[in-house]
């Protein structure tokens, strides 16, 4: 069965800090991956997405993921934290052929150090 | 280009009580997707509506049903509230039934007290 682990409930860094945030997955095929961002409140808002090609992607917000197949991973990267970064961010996988077959993990929630 | 609508934003009703939630897709696209988001159990898939048909159900009760118009728009319905049922729901439309370009809106958070 498809799950998507997030090994870390909530990390804090400090203002200009780099940050890496984990995810691992387990799927059959090739998975789809993607990383959202939460806001309190608010929906899902898209990071960035993995379907093939480069195995680093480029997000918005300068937030950058790579997909290792061999370690079944897919981090979220960002050299430098922003205070308006603090959300809560969740890593995805699905299945392309169907959107509703999304699963998420259980998110990370990133609280920045003034 | 507008987003995904979701109406409302904030619902509070009792239980056994009734809701329906609406949820406007991004023009042109014709697949939207129901979400359930608890603190408890995380994000759940509700259902998937395409072309007006369900396409896909989560593993949910039935008093959780839904439908979708030929316009797109989508009405999620809970029957016969219970306190579980406290949770952001959030409507998010595609194109077309891939999930390559899924875009959510900002949820209707209810309350049952």
């Known amino acids: 069965a498809q799950s998507v682990t997030q090994p870390d409930i909530h990390i804090t860094v400090s203002e200009g800090a780099s940050l890496e945030l984990r995810c691992n997955y387990s799927?059959?095929?090739?998975?789809?991956l993607f990383w959202y961002v939460q806001s309190p409140g608010q929906g899902l808002q898209l990071l960035l997405k993995?379907?093939?090609?480069?195995?680093l992607v480029q997000g918005i917000k300068g937030f950058e993921a790579e997909f290792k197949r061999s370690q079944s991973s897919f981090n979220l990267r960002k050299p430098s934290v922003h205070w308006s970064d603090a959300a809560e961010y969740f890593c995805a996988v699905a299945q392309y052929s169907s959107a509703s077959k999304i699963i998420f993990g259980s998110g990370t929630r990133l609280s920045i150090r003034p | 280009k507008a987003g995904v609508t979701q109406t409302p934003r904030y619902l509070i009703k009792t239980r056994g009580q009734q809701v329906t939630l609406s949820c406007s897709p991004i023009?042109?696209?014709?697949?939207v997707s129901w979400y359930q988001q608890t603190p408890g159990q995380g994000l759940q898939f509700l259902f998937e509506y395409f072309s007006e048909t369900q396409r896909n159900k989560g593993n949910f009760p039935g008093r959780f049903s839904g439908r979708q118009f030929s316009n797109s728009r989508s009405e999620m319905n809970v029957s016969t509230l219970e306190l579980g049922d406290s949770a952001l729901y959030l409507c998010?439309?595609?194109?077309?039934?891939?999930?390559?370009?899924?875009?959510f809106g900002s949820g209707t958070q209810l309350s049952v007290l």
């Open positions: 993995y379907f093939s090609g480069d195995t």
């Open positions: 998010a439309s595609s194109p077309d039934r891939g999930a390559e370009k899924l875009f």
């Open positions: 023009s042109g696209h014709r697949s």
């Open positions: 799927y059959g095929a090739t998975p789809y």
